[in-house]
DNA sequence: TAGATTGTTAATCGATTAACAATC
DNA sequence: TAGATTGTTAATCGATTAACAATC
């Protein structure tokens, strides 16, 4: 039984399906049919359909889809129904951000360490975990589970941090560093970089006000 | 002449090919080929001829690219050689984080103002800003040639501040709360959604460990 | 049973890649 | 001039949309 690749469109929809069924579900609404939620999300009921059968028939003929249902398997697709150990490197304004942001903890992604090489921040607390040094990195991951590591240091030093996160067994890189990262396919990187996403919407600004829109 | 719609896949690219070539310039490298840029940045010499091509020919058969004049070329169009006025509601850790940080402002986009609705806030300096009531929201972007507003508050306000916004004649909102904004199709907005970033890493984490790659 | 709506196949659309003539 | 490499057209690939038979 070979089991189909799926593309990462599909992949980058499923977060915003959840986010809705989500919503409908605190709405106590039960069920939901693709054209009802095509209208809400403004996507077409065929696409939605597409892709929620890549997983397998969530819903019922005549009837649509449980939203309670649909919304814990996506969850459980997209691994929110599990725990997830993460570190961030990097304590400085972004890195406390993060860490201070206490919504990715609902969804089990854990902050349980954070570190930095710069010796002063070393023992201040950010919201309740203490800075680390570099050092203490291999055993810490080694020790507490860590899957993810948030990189939230200068893009001169990424590459090299992220080498020796890969050699410690880290699965995945959460990347805010303004770099592409190069480490094995095993390893996945998922990159936020903010600047790229401010310099798009700032070229969107000018072709709109250049007019392009009315034809 | 009609202008062509260029797709935002290509947009999406650009602020990547300005990366490498400003990496480039600063190596002092003065050409390079499609083939060259090709190798360096993984993706095919021929979408990067394709993607070049939509906005004019910058090259020169036999040649390549001149780095600097490609590099300079890409800053235009993404509007990186023109200032852009900015204001930040939502003065929380993320609001301040992406304040303090000093990298945008190298590209011309400019913190102008801080805006919170809790009071015990107003007055805080932030890097040299005072933070200020929403009330005053109105006549800054008015007197102060504001172009983007970028959203660092709970999603349950996002909705009206954007509409606020919206009226007071902002062009682009970088929307860092976790709700799509419902705004005139003339208004720009571009999302970052954390969380469903961190959702689509966990996902590949755990397919990739069902080693689906082996094939 | 009749009506509704899925799951899935087929058609369309758009984006990527390949190929090559134009030209520096 | 010969070699290199673009700009651009054509071919391919993949993703989205439409259509409809299956079925609740």
């Known amino acids: 039984m070979e089991e189909k690749e799926i593309s990462q469109a599909v992949i980058s929809r499923l977060p915003r399906y959840f986010r809705y069924l989500g919503e409908l579900k605190d709405q106590?609404?039960?069920?939901?049919?693709?054209?009802?939620?095509?209208?809400?999300m403004k996507v077409?009921?065929?696409?939605?359909?597409?892709?929620?059968?890549?997983?397998?028939?969530?819903?019922?003929?005549?009837?649509?889809?449980?939203?309670?249902?649909l919304y814990r398997e996506i969850g459980r697709i997209l691994?929110?129904?599990?725990?997830?150990?993460?570190?961030?490197?990097?304590?400085?304004?972004?890195?406390?951000?993060?860490?201070?942001?206490?919504?990715?903890?609902?969804?089990?992604?854990?902050?349980?360490?954070?570190f930095d090489k710069d010796p002063?921040?070393?023992?201040?607390?950010?919201?309740?975990k203490e800075v680390q040094p570099m050092e203490n990195m291999k055993s810490f991951v080694e020790a507490n589970n860590i899957d993810i590591a948030v990189l939230?240091?200068?893009?001169?030093?990424?590459?090299?941090?992220?080498?020796?996160?890969?050699?410690?067994?880290?699965?995945?890189?959460?990347?805010?560093?303004h770099v592409d990262l190069n480490v094995p396919e095993e390893v996945q990187v998922e990159n936020v970089?903010?600047?790229?996403?401010?310099?798009?919407l700032a070229y969107n600004i000018s072709r709109s006000r250049k007019g392009g829109d009315s034809g």
């Open 120 to 128: 002063r921040l070393h023992g201040k607390k950010i919201r309740d």
């Open 28 to 40: 106590g609404i039960e069920r939901v049919s693709s054209q009802e939620l095509s209208d809400i």
């Open 79 to 114: 691994g929110v129904d599990q725990s997830h150990g993460l570190i961030i490197i990097g304590a400085g304004n972004l890195g406390q951000a993060l860490v201070n942001y206490g919504n990715f903890e609902r969804r089990g992604f854990i902050f349980k360490g954070v």
């Open 152 to 177: 939230t240091i200068p893009k001169t030093e990424a590459e090299k941090v992220a080498e020796q996160l890969v050699e410690y067994g880290i699965k995945g890189i959460w990347n805010f560093a």
């Open 44 to 69: 077409t009921a065929s696409q939605i359909r597409q892709d929620l059968n890549n997983f397998g028939g969530f819903g019922q003929q005549g009837y649509g889809y449980n939203v309670e249902h």
């Open 193 to 200: 970089h903010l600047s790229d996403s401010l310099m798009k």
